[in-house]
Structures are given as structure tokens and as C-alpha cells.
């Protein structure tokens, strides 16, 4: 995490020698310029990164993230290529591009141009670089050509000298952070490869409410097939299995499989239900399951935009519930869907797929109960509790019987407790999503 920034190096060496390899600028000078990159700002400050992953969306290309101490560098898939003249034209007029890829590019730009504070540079595949300093954006020329088109970002004051550099460092590793944060928390939904550092971060298991932890596991994924004249989405495969618990609502594993293969298909909305836990600590370190609320999310063009709790009473066994944000009216941002009768519409016919999906899989097996449940353990523990009782006659033989006993019958009971919470919590689940619906 120690490699040279080579932004900040050349911005410090044009700040000793002056800009001499400078082969024009953009035109981004004019007051009139300004004011409309203003009108653009997003809804909090890092949200300029979801702008670059929906670019990477709308072009169907990988984007793939590095991050050192001193920048982060986004690298878009070979296969799709930026031209400095048309991002140029987009930057001052939404409207010059056809191209939503590029328009979502430019919007995130205009976001870090306004908002000052970082340098950045643009290497395009003709050989040509583009440098924002804090003050201009300077186009480059260069004899090496780029085989990404590719986005580079100060986590330092460009305007601050090279000496000052290591005072700014816990600003620089927050910023760092942030970013990191805005991807795997908000850009886990989109189709195409997305990494960083290496790690593929684009799989619903990673969700930070409802993905698979220490304290969360997933039980259920709901996939429900599009509509026509309903906006439709994809998102991306499952790579990363949970803790294997589909015993416990009887579900076999090509049932998984089929599951899974449906995720590359669109889906009119999906549905991760999770069960939900916390450590209690204690003697026997006891898990305690805890209620957590159901959520709704709004997703568009592979990034979360919304997020709100659904109303249902909160309980260990809760739901995800996502759906396609798009033909939404939004702010002027792109992101955030306004309150609309549209967007009531879609959420209540999100809701209503979802909970019909719930249903197929109750109604296929109506032998599911508390019953279903493995016994044998618990049979086990009381032969050992009786065999001890009877050989209290021989102290250690007895001894050892009995508190083997204790420990299987303490397991055996937690086991059940958890199976029997799970599938009580399913079906109360899919109570309440039917009155809900009832009540839309």
C-alpha cells in the first residue's frame, strides 16, 4: 500500500516546472458552465462512485477498482472505450450524448469537479490524459496509450505541497474508506463483474443487512419471473453459499440449483429471506435469536437508490424484498425515485411476486412442522441422563454418563430452538406478507 501516486507526483512536478505537455483544456471556465454543474449534485457526498458503477451497468462492461494509500483507480473492460471529446460535451450538456453510460460518467464527474477538494486523472485509449487540479481540468498529450479507459482519484488536497502530505493522511485513509463502503454496500447489485482490490463484490450474500455473516443467515432466495409492462431487472449469480440450513424447510438441493440458475435470468423482484441472530456470551457462549425489521430497496441500473423498512412486525426470521427503480421520476441526480403513485404501484406488485413465490414453495410441502426436525439427538441425551441416574452406584462411570448427558441435551435443545424459530418466523412471515398485500 506504499506505491508512488502518479497523479500527485506529476501534479507536484507542474507545479515546479509549469504546465508545459498541455495541449488544450476544457472549456469548463465559463460562469455559465458552473452553474449547471451545480444543479447536478447528488445526494451525499461519496454517491459520485454509484454514477460510475451505473456507467459500467449501461456500458454491459466489468469494472474493476484498485485502491493504494494515496488514490483509487477505476478500470472499465477493454471492450468499451470513452473518447475525450464526447465526455467533454457531456459534461456541459447532459443532453449532447445519447449514451446513458456516458451520461451517468459525466454526472459522476460533475459531482467530484463541484465539490472540489480532490484531483483527478482521465486516461483514454488514444493516448490522451485529462487532469483535474483542483482548479482546471487540463487535457495531456502522451506517447503511451491506454489499453482501459480509466479514472484515477486523489484521496489528497491537490492543492496541498508534497511536504504536507503525511499530516493529510488520516483524511486521506477516511476518504479511501468511504469509497470502499459505497461499493460493497450499495453496488453489490449490479449483473457485471465488479472488484475490488481483486474481490468480486457484486453477490446478494453481501448485502449489508440481509447478506450472510456470523450473526445473519440466509434461508431463502425468491426469484419472481418479469411482467409485461412492469420494469424488470437482473442481478447477480449467488457465488457465496450460507451456512447450508435448506434441511431444516425440507428443501432438496436440485430445488437449490433450479433456484440459482434463475438469478442470471431478469426478475420482476427478488426476495432474501434471513434469519438473524446475536451472541449472548455467557458460560456457553449462547447464540439468542434477534428480531430484525423486513426491508424494501429500490435498485436501478445495478445500484441500490432506496432502501426503507416494510410494515411488518420485526422478527428473527426477516425479508429483502428489491425491485426495479426504473421508469421511477427521480430527482435531479437520477438516484433517489420520488413519492409517486408510480412508484406505490411497483412496490405493491413487488410485493405481491414475492409473497406468491413464498407460497409455492409452503404449499409444495404442507408436511413441513416442528416435527421435521432430526430427534435423534435429543433420544441420545435422555439414554444418557437415565443410564447415569442408574449407575450413580459407580460415582465416576456415573459422572462422566451424566454430564455427557447435560452437553448433548444443552445442543440438542439450542439445535431445535433455531429450526423451530426459523420455520415458526417463515410462516409468520408469510402471514403478515399476506395481510400486507390484503391491506395494498
Known sequence: MSEPSELLDWLQS????GYSDSSGAFSLDTAAAWRKLSSHRLPFDFAWVLKLVQCAFRAGVGLDVRQSWSE????????WSCQRRELEQSLLDLSATQSTALQHLAVGLQALLVAGGSALMLEFSDGERAV????????LSTSKSYARFCLRVSHFDPKLPKSRRLL???????RRAAIAETLTSLCHWTPFPLTLDGRRINNLFFDPEFGASHLRQPLLYLHAPPQPSLPSFRCPAIEVQPEDRSAWLAISEQEREAALSRFEQPCLALGLVSYFQQNQGGEYDQWEPVARASQFCWVRDGVEVARED????KSPVAILIAASADGLETDLSGLVPRQRSELEFQRVQALRAVFTELSKILSARPQLSYQTKDNSSTHVASALLLGGAVVLANPMMGLLLLCGGVISNFGSKNKASDQEIAVNGLYTLHNALAMLNCCA
Open 310 to 313: 416494510l410494515a411488518l412486525e
Open 168 to 174: 493529510e493522511v488520516v483524511s486521506a485513509k477516511r
Open 14 to 17: 507542474q507545479n515546479e516546472e
Open 72 to 79: 483509487t483507480v477505476f478500470s472499465w473492460d477493454p471492450s
Open 132 to 139: 483535474w487540479d483542483g482548479d482546471t481540468l487540463r487535457v
